[in-house]
């Protein structure tokens, strides 16, 4: 209990000073990188739904994003409805999709589903491009908006937001627990009386959903979209990357592995921008040292060396063996 008060107490901390941080600070460009990188978390923690808890790797989840940012665009730009009505339309497209794609996908396993979902993100990329109503590989731009301060907190209100109602599904609601339970043993789960099926399908639209609307509130920022930017495997392959570096299966993980491969990106491009292939390359050897020297990620193994440090003076009291005086 008191390590879940400090860890509150410390949740309400920052989120006090992440809404003061545009008062503070007047670089529009730091604000700028700043609401990036809470975009990041957003899609890191949602990516996670589906890849840590229920066990099901989405390489098509930058799909979700670019759905929703084209939604925006085509409702704004086409169609002429406000940014307030077109953007929870770009959170229920990228879950009908979600809905439509799981049918068949989610009977596939291991492999299998991470190649269909990545195989779908490259079908829509190919509407996309041929589609006349999304400006085909021209890409689409947007009415520009320039407010760096609106931007800031719609994406952090829209990530808390989304944190929170995550962390009560799963952290606290049986729900979690019975994604778990399928990502452990889905014919044990279901021998238990779960519905895997129906289940997978619940986090596969509650992973797409918040993607969506931050597809839609990125396209409105950006003011410019096309096929290659939202609808491209850079999205999909940086969230693989900040969720397998930080720890699949938690909350915590997802954002802090979001946070430094993002802070990693900003400095790369700074620097080194003449150097595309080898931000690949190093994003592929991350994930191959993550897998093989930090399975938990960086927060699932603070966590378990925590544990283990709590629990061992447990076992020499209950072992009899006598300690030190004074310890």
Known sequence: MNALNSRTGLL???AVALLVVPAVVSDTFVLRVMTEAIMWVGLAIAFDVIAGYTGYLNFGHGAFFGIGAYTIGILMMRAELPF???LPAGGLAAGITALIAGIPTLRLKGAYFAIATWALSRAIQQLALNMEMTGGPDGMRLTAFLNPQFFYYLMLITVGGTFVILWYLLERAPFGLKL???REDEEGAKALGLNPTKLKMQAFILSALPTGILGGIYAYWITFIDPSSTLGD???DQAVVMVVFGGMGTLFGPAIGALLIFAFKTLFWAYLSD???LYLIILGALIAISVIFIPNGLWG???RRKKADKI???RVIEAGVPQEEGN
Do not use: C, G, H, N
């Open 12 to 14: 309400a901390l920052l």
């Open 84 to 86: 307030w009505v077109a």
């Open 180 to 182: 778990k339970a399928i």
């Open 234 to 236: 850079m999205v999909s």
């Open 275 to 277: 150097f595309q292939l």
């Open 301 to 303: 193994t603070i966590m």
């Open 312 to 314: 061992r003076p447990e």
